[in-house]
């Protein structure tokens, strides 16, 4: 059964601006990365191929895999230099357990784990594709819970400025709706 919770990559999910901002504002926070001039055999992308993931392979100069098991559930293989994680965590129902199985697969104590999300907003903007949205208290807890150290972290909004003064729900998205990124090593 395919939960309501997660996201299916099709034509309308690609043809949406906010993915195309929010790519440009991930592969901007990697370039400036001390990892990203690191060479790099293998990278894992949690979750359906996309776009980004072309990017992220021109990027880091080596192929990415991408999933395709329930991360809720599924024991992960390989053993990888970067894994991705952009906007997944929210669509899982146990995202402990997933990023369990991304430090087991990190590859040494250099390996990265890069990964976004959205800042949890209130209930009447919240997304109803996501099961979890997160305060940065609540992702530092899960991070910290999984092994993970933050290296750094940054905020972005993922809308055209415009897009805001459209009216007033456009408007408190302009207040709350931000995406938060992280780059994490064990």
């Known amino acids: 059964m395919q939960s309501t919770f997660r996201t299916v990559i ?31 055999a293998n990278g894992l992308d949690l979750g359906d191929r996309t776009p980004l993931t072309a990017s992220l392979e021109q990027l880091f100069s080596c192929t990415f895999d991408n999933t395709t098991a ?8 390989g053993s990888f ?3 991705t994680a952009f906007e997944v965590l929210e669509h899982l129902y146990n995202p402990l357990h997933a ?8 590859h040494g104590k250099n390996g990265r784990l890069f990964l976004s999300m959205p800042l949890r907003k209130p209930a009447s903007l ?4 996501h099961f979890h949205e997160m305060s940065r208290q609540s992702a530092l ?28 729900k456009p408007l408190l998205r302009a207040v709350f709706e931000k995406v938060q990124i992280y780059e994490l090593t064990v």
């Open 141 to 168: 807890a899960l991070f910290a819970r999984a092994g993970f150290s933050v290296v750094r972290s940054e905020e972005f909004r993922i809308r055209p400025l415009l897009f805001y003064l459209t009216g007033l």
């Open 70 to 77: 329930d991360l809720d559930v599924a024991s992960l293989e």
């Open 81 to 83: 230099d970067v894994v």
């Open 99 to 106: 990023l369990l199985e991304v430090k087991r697969l990190l």
């Open 10 to 40: 099709d034509k309308q999910y690609l043809s949406d601006p906010a993915h195309s901002i929010r790519w440009q504002h991930t592969i901007d926070f990697i370039r400036r990365s001390s990892f990203s001039g690191t060479v790099t």
């Open 126 to 129: 919240a997304s109803p594709d």
